[in-house]
């Protein structure tokens, strides 16, 4: 597996042994890769004999709870601070949120990514945009250095492939993903009892929530382009938390007529949080770098700060220009 990105990975067990005290960065809004890869690292680094601690600029999700050392995640007011800096599936310095001064501060860095999108702003970068998570990036760092993988190693490594190929169902789910897993389950692994964790144990909240936004559901573009808002106000009056918000694009994006997806949510600070996905056409990865975002090409996001009004205007317009450049490459192919 990723025989071009060996002597990345070399690097980085270099930068591993030279260490003795390490600092994981998982980024803003954390969802399970970064908290699966990067508890996995911490299990490495800690057998390795190495002083280590997590930290992400916002608590663990509830969801995500059941991770093992979850409850070691500290935020970035509550971190040692150590000199040596891993961060974990962050394509870019904005995402560690409060965490960047940790990062700043380090004595030497090194990413473990897979976003494309990602520019290489670490020392040492091992980035593999072909991964389908930063965890199958990391499930190959144990292999590398002879690391014996057990349960709790799998559970996180498990929980970082799952959920950012929707449960093995999307695009970028590899084969070396699928064995992976497969590997997990001849071991013992409970499948069953971690997909029950994730994606079968939905708060009350969570469920009216994304109820109230499906049932307000704006189709634009001959009904290819699914817009879904949640504005504060409209937050506060369902007692929801951000976490409750999770997903919701994603029940806009199974509409069946749905090309391109938008859940556009306000932050407490007046901004939007624009969640991008897409299905067979559509590199939605292309819209969200316009603003200054980024992601995959089914799955990317941005904050934008203008008016709701001109969001949703600028997003609509810029998914049907997406859409009729890939029509006009399918196009071109047939031809």
Do not use: W
């Not at 699966?36 to 663990?60: D, F, H, I, Q, W």
């Not at 590997?183 to 708060?203: A, K």
């Not at 949080?273 to 990865?285: A, Q, T």
């Amino acid at each position: 597996m990723m025989n071009e990105h060996d002597g990345e990975f070399e690097q980085l067990i270099a930068f591993i042994r030279q260490g003795t005290e390490f600092t994981l960065l998982s980024h803003i809004s954390p969802d399970g890769d970064t908290l699966g890869s990067a508890l996995a690292m911490y299990g490495l680094l800690t057998r390795l004999g190495k002083k280590c601690e997590v930290v992400c600029s916002n608590p663990v999700p509830k969801i995500y709870s059941f991770l093992p050392n979850a409850d070691k995640v500290v935020l970035p007011e509550d971190a040692v601070g150590y000199e040596f800096v891993i961060s974990c599936d962050c394509a870019d310095i904005p995402r560690f949120g409060r965490a960047v001064r940790l990062f700043d501060a380090a004595k030497d860095t090194a990413s473990v990514d897979h976003h494309v999108t990602d520019p290489g702003f670490a020392h040492f970068n091992l980035i593999d945009a072909d991964a389908s998570a930063t965890a199958e990036i990391v499930h190959e760092l144990f292999i590398k250095l002879d690391m014996p993988i057990d349960e709790p190693i799998m559970k996180c490594l498990y929980t970082g492939i799952t959920t950012d190929t929707g449960n093995l169902s999307y695009s970028n789910t590899t084969p070396n993903a699928l064995r992976i897993i497969a590997d997990f389950v001849e071991q013992g692994l409970d499948i069953s009892e971690l997909n029950r964790l994730i994606y079968r144990t939905i708060p009350y909240n969570k469920t009216r929530l994304q109820g109230f936004v499906a049932s307000r559901m704006q189709l634009e573009c001959g009904g290819e382009v699914g817009i879904g808002v949640l504005t504060r106000a409209q937050m506060l009056e369902f007692d929801a938390t951000n976490e409750d918000c999770e997903g919701i694009v994603d029940c806009i994006r199974d509409v069946d007529c749905v090309k391109i997806a938008a859940f556009i949510r306000e932050g407490a600070d007046g901004s939007f949080k624009v969640s991008l996905r897409s299905k067979d056409i559509g590199d939605v990865c292309r819209i969200a770098e316009k603003h200054g975002g980024g992601g995959h090409a089914r799955a990317a996001g941005y904050t934008a700060h203008e008016p709701l009004s001109t969001v949703i205007a600028d997003f609509i317009s810029q998914a049907e220009e997406e859409l009729k450049r890939c029509r006009g490459q399918l196009d071109g192919k047939e031809n």
